[in-house]
């Protein structure tokens, strides 16, 4: 039963797309497990490029099922303009699936997210402004809707009418315009007919999938710095994108995971407000952030950008119980004179050399970095590790050192074939592990 979790070791967009797109060709099926259309998954193949919130990236290869899972949070109107697009674009969406039991946001969400933080000004958490908190604020509350309540237009009436009052009000409060119970009720009968096909029991679907001895993907959205539980809250997002997150999210249990692939990028981003240690404001980080084209595929905004910190990392391997790495961007740092990598922090005048929980530490944190020599030329054709620069090399071993894991995948670039692959056994069926 080979189940495959894939998950950010950093404040997300780490490239995660392009992994799971990778790996795409060996499996039956990938699974979303967590976030809305707060993510987006930029995915090149060949001349095409395709920009993803909510649909998982398998979905470009005709052989896969690309399940939504229950613990995502699915914005309608987001899905169906994904799906309309796929379509036109000749992808079949026909084995998209999106779990019965995952939460809608509804248009009172989005507006909730925004007057909210419009609110907090100073102090906002920089969110991407499309509901996440609040729809899943909701479904802890046991007030949301599900998918499959789209399909019953009494339900819908019911619950909407149950909840309406109260946001109208609190909108209110917030100088933002009410909802209307008949417009949303329309609404969402309207969303329930037209992704009536696509609605499903996801966590039988995985269920099956497994049991037939069929590879199945978990794709996390946003990462693990992230996540609600181990990020810095509150400046997090609302789920778990940790990989505990995918057995919640995806439906399956902690001993179906056969294979929990970390990914990273050669430096670090992080998008919206929080603290942020090895943030560079140097032209250093300008170039390192318009040769990577950091801008958040979601909301536009540029992406803080900053050098690797093996702080998180080594945190994040931890809480993931990460057995594989794919490293991303690392063609992005050719040119640099020095690299630099954070290794410690220094809090207080005390040296800490792990992530603390405390948002407060870490936002006094000031790193302790190594250094290291870089290299000058262009890695984007290199296809085997022997043939990167010497200096190249260094790093990524000083990386893998650090994280006490392999480094499986190595992206040189965009597109799928720039990648360096070294030969790997899943964790189960390691013993030595012999990496080429
Ligand atoms: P929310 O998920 O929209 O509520 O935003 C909460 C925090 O997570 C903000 O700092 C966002 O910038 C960040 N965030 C949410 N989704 C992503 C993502 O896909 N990539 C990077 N940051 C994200």
Redesign the pocket.
Known sequence: MPATVIVGLQ???EGKGKTTDFLAEQVAMVVRYQ?GD???HTVVTGDEVFKLHLVPSGVLYPHITSVIGTGVVVNPATLITELDMLSGRGIDVSRVRVSRSAHVIMPYHVAL?RANEARLAGSK??????G??PAYGDRAWRIGLRMEDLLDREVLRTRISQVIPDKNLLLGNMGAEAFSVDALVDQAAAWGDRLAAHIDDATWLVQAALARGEHVLLEG???TL?DLDHGSYP????SNPVAGGACTGGGIGPLQVDEVMGVMKAYAT?????PFPTELTDAIGLGIAERGHEV????G?PRRVGWFDAVPLRYAVAVNSVSSIMLNKLDILSGLPTLRLGVGYEVDGRRLDHWPSSAQAIERAVPIYEDFPGWEEPIHAVRSLADLPENARRYLTALEDLAGVPIVLVSVGPERTQTIERAWRPMRHRSGVALS
Not at 235 to 238: A, D, N
Not at 296 to 299: N, P, S, V
């Open positions: 404040w997300g967009d976030g707060n993510a987006g997210d958490v920089g969110t991407t402004g499309r996440i908190g959205a946003q990462g992230l400046y997090v997002t609302s992080r998008v919206g407000s929080g958040g595929t979601t909301t905004r």
